[in-house]
């Protein structure tokens, strides 16, 4: 019986020492332990979920501003990994109280190039799907510490491995040098935000043995911006390989980053609000982050105008303009969007939205009929729609616009270029919050995907519907990730998308799938140009 114990003690030893593990802190149930292929860290559990925050990817980029990340120095010292850790720089946001559950300010510094992870086991030999989130913010603000992505549920729920990041934004991450100056240094300028991705992707690969995950199942997912990042991964050669499929949320209205030109531009004005010789790129580079953080918001992109540049390099061409880009040509797509987006995106900042008269409706919605007869469209928007008032069809058309058709478009070049297959979807189910003034706005699905209605109340509300919509949502993103399609039991028949049918599915309390919802407004928006990069 002692030799049996023996062996038994023998044998979990040395699985623990496969998972990297020490043998006395993996007796501590709440102190889980893994060595990273950089260093050691401990973290902390959840229930059945082991949970690391902050764990270090890259090295910090001060000193190196404007230029790729490289790796972190290794460490031997075992580190902590419990905190979320700082998050990148950035202008202060102008969040909504709808987000107030979600809220979680970090410190902002140039020592931000770190990922958090939530998993069921630690080298178990189990290989499950790794979902690596993108957070929203355009590609200006956020992170990956927001409290809607904790992944204690979605991780639990699916046994899947959950993974949230930070990446340099805004002008730290976006600023296109390579049309001021030839420093090598600065040749990657405009997409090192993007190729901090590729980097964290790249320390998921190297260590998914050892989180519990699978490296040749992993999926990007993310939601507005963080679904444009998605876009852009799917164009990066360097991405290739390091993710198998592709969620994007809300997001597709970055079909393409700027124009070199545009980008010089940009970058040009930047320097000249700084009052900075254009020769003198590295004075820009050593200026303090509080300083530069004021220059971006005098400057004409007012620290929030700022997007990937195809440069040549790490970015060969624009995402999904005119077509879909070839590197991704294998990798399932699932995309969608909520039914009114700009509920929140105009009328969070414009409560005038949403008593709009008749009278004023033409002057609201002529920016998002630019390139159209946009008395004959609203016309038949009246028509089509009789019982709604003129703030319904000034949502409905910016929806459209901003959305809506490029998700459709997304979808379209993507089924047209071959390959793998795509699915759409679209939020219908209205938030009660506000008394429903909001319906379904911009980031609410957030809440149901990652099955986080309790930390949600600001946006979602609670009650038995919300966490429906949970349970119908996470599931098909869990499904979509360890599969590559979304169909699950409790959800109607949801065949793949193209450009005849349409088969779109909506999620509502009572899920149902449409073939080409809306056909109205998609028809008259296909004769309007489809929003690209400047």
Known sequence: MARQGAGLRHAILSIVA??????ATAQKADRPMLKTTYGPVTGSREGDVRVFKGVRYAASTAGRRFQPALPPTRWTRTIAATEFGDQCPQIAGGDTHLFD????????????????????????????????WLHGGGYVTGSGASLGYDGVRLANRGDVVVVTINHRLNAFGYLHLAGITNDPRYADSS????LDIVRALQWVHDNAAAIGGDSGNVTIFGESGGAAKVATLMAMPAAKGLFQKAIGQSGSMSLAGFSPEFGTTIASDL?????????????????PIADLVKVMQKSRSRGANFRPVPDGRSLPRQQFDPDATPVSRGVPLLVGT???ETTLLIGGSDPSVFTLRWE???????????????????AKLKATYPTESASDLFIRISTQRQYRRTAITQAERKVAGGGAPVWM?????????DGGKWQTPHALEIAFVFDNVAKSTSIS???PDQQRLADLMSDAWIAFARTGNPRTEALPDWPRYDATRRATMIFDVTPKLIDDPDPVERSLFETLPVSRGQ
């Open 101 to 132: 559950s979600w809220k979680n300010e970090r410190p902002a510094s140039e020592d931000c190039l770190l990922l958090n992870f939530w998993t069921r086991g630690l080298g178990d030999g189990k290989k499950r799907p790794i979902m690596v």
């Open 425 to 433: 979807y679209r939020l219908d189910w209205q938030t009660p919050v």
């Open 191 to 194: 997409n090192v935000g993007s």
């Open 461 to 463: 509300g609670s009650g």
């Open 18 to 23: 496969a998972a990297g593990l020490s043998p």
């Open 360 to 378: 004023d409706l033409p002057r609201r919605a002529a920016p998002f009929l630019a390139g159209g007869d946009a008395s004959a469209i609203i």
């Open 271 to 287: 320097i000249a609000t700084a009052g900075l010789d254009p020769t003198k790129i590295d004075a820009l580079a050593a200026m």
């Open 338 to 340: 909520n039914r009114t």
